[in-house]
């Protein structure tokens, strides 16, 4: 499975995003797709991430500085899974990554996860 990310580009603080994350095998087969991204001079950090059970999602998870402003979603006939960013600020700013994992439920770290893809660029600026 190769995961593509599309979606990033430049924004004004307080403005919005859709990123997105395509799976060109399908993701079927994993149990839970993540956002990570790594600022410039920063370690990667968890973003979000959602697990599912057949085509039903079952469990999402942000971390705190995403929650309220970002939303992930499926959209299950597109293999296709997104981020809606509200509300940018420079904080933000960031090569945004999606990794999914065949864990029976969604991890915030890394390590869990199998399959990444190349990332895309947001840049928020203030």
């Known amino acids: 499975v190769q995961l593509v990310e599309s979606g990033g580009g430049l924004v004004p603080a307080g403005g919005s995003l859709r990123l997105s994350c395509a799976a060109s095998g399908g993701i079927f087969g994993y149990y839970a797709l993540a956002w990570f991204r790594r600022g410039p001079g920063k370690e990667r950090d968890f973003v979000s991430f959602?697990?599912?059970?057949?085509?039903?999602?079952?469990?999402?998870s942000y971390t705190d500085s995403a929650l309220g402003r970002f939303t992930i979603s499926r959209d299950k006939n597109q293999n296709t899974v997104y981020l809606q960013m509200n509300s940018l600020n420079p904080d933000d700013a960031a090569v945004y990554y999606c990794?999914?994992?065949?864990?029976?439920?969604?991890?915030?770290?890394?390590?869990?996860?199998?399959?990444w893809g190349q990332g895309t660029q947001v840049t928020v600026s203030s």
């Open positions: 959602m697990s599912w059970s057949g085509s039903e999602p079952t469990f999402v």
């Open positions: 990794a999914a994992t065949f864990r029976s439920v969604g991890s915030s770290r890394g390590i869990d996860y199998s399959a």
